[in-house]
């Protein structure tokens, strides 16, 4: 299967800080990818699409001057989370789609970031 | 919408017993389902997928869903539970073309020895 690298695994910061995390696809190129949060034992809720050029699409309800993601290559797109506040502490998962928009496309996933704001 | 559900919080099993998660759906056309398994702070790791073709779909770790289109379910299911098959279990189904996926609620797997 094709490789996605999430990184950092973990990170603590200061309120009012910014985070960068980092989605990479190793060995294939991504034109879209996407950002996934995740509470503890709870589903994984979509935050937005990241497009390889272009402004990324924000799903309802997600703060796009809070969450900026730069998908600045064919292999990587970042999540920023700016100015963080203990609420946005949580697990960010991000996944790369191999295929292309045919019907055998799968997604292969990072290894996720656990965000603590303190 | 496309949506998926998991109606099972917790499922617990014994070790050697044959377990199953529960997913039902709802689309519009064709469905595209996935099974995914998370382990503890880490990211999801695929089992298996239903695009078309035999309703019996086999996957990774011997794992296999049945796909009923009368019932709108797929089933995630495995004759002999292991201790290390405990995790958190997803089932997804595709939205629109390329790999955007909405999730069920997530079903926590526990094998017991």
């Known amino acids: 299967g094709a490789v996605v690298s999430q990184h950092p695994s973990w990170v603590i910061c200061k309120s009012g800080t910014s985070v960068k995390i980092e989605c990479r696809s190793l060995d294939f190129q991504a034109t879209t990818m996407f950002w996934y949060r995740q509470f503890p034992k709870q589903s994984l809720m979509l935050m937005a699409t990241s497009n390889e050029g272009s402004k990324a699409t924000y799903e309802q309800g997600v703060e796009k001057d809070k969450f900026l993601i730069n998908h600045a290559s064919l292999t990587l797109s970042t999540l920023t989370v700016t100015s963080a506040h203990p609420e946005d502490s949580s697990f960010y998962i991000c996944?790369?789609?191999?295929?292309?928009?045919?019907?055998?496309?799968?997604?292969?996933f990072g290894q996720g970031t656990r965000l603590t704001v303190v | 919408a496309q949506s998926v559900a998991q109606p099972e919080d917790q499922v617990n099993v014994a070790e050697g017993n044959p377990l199953t998660v529960k997913c039902t759906y709802s689309?519009?056309?064709?469905?595209?389902l996935f099974w995914y398994v998370q382990y503890p702070n880490r990211g999801l790791q695929f089992l298996l997928k239903?695009?078309?073709?035999?309703?019996l779909v086999k996957g990774s770790y011997g794992f296999e869903a049945e796909f009923n289109k009368s019932q709108t379910s797929f089933h995630l299911k495995k004759p002999s539970a292991l201790v290390s098959d405990s995790a958190l279990y997803f089932c997804a189904v595709r939205d629109g073309r390329g790999g955007k996926l909405i999730f069920g609620q997530g079903t926590e797997l526990s094998v017991k020895p």
């Open positions: 996944s790369a789609p191999k295929g292309g928009e045919g019907r055998n496309t799968e997604a292969f």
């Open positions: 689309v519009s056309g064709n469905p595209y």
């Open positions: 239903y695009i078309t073709g035999d309703n």
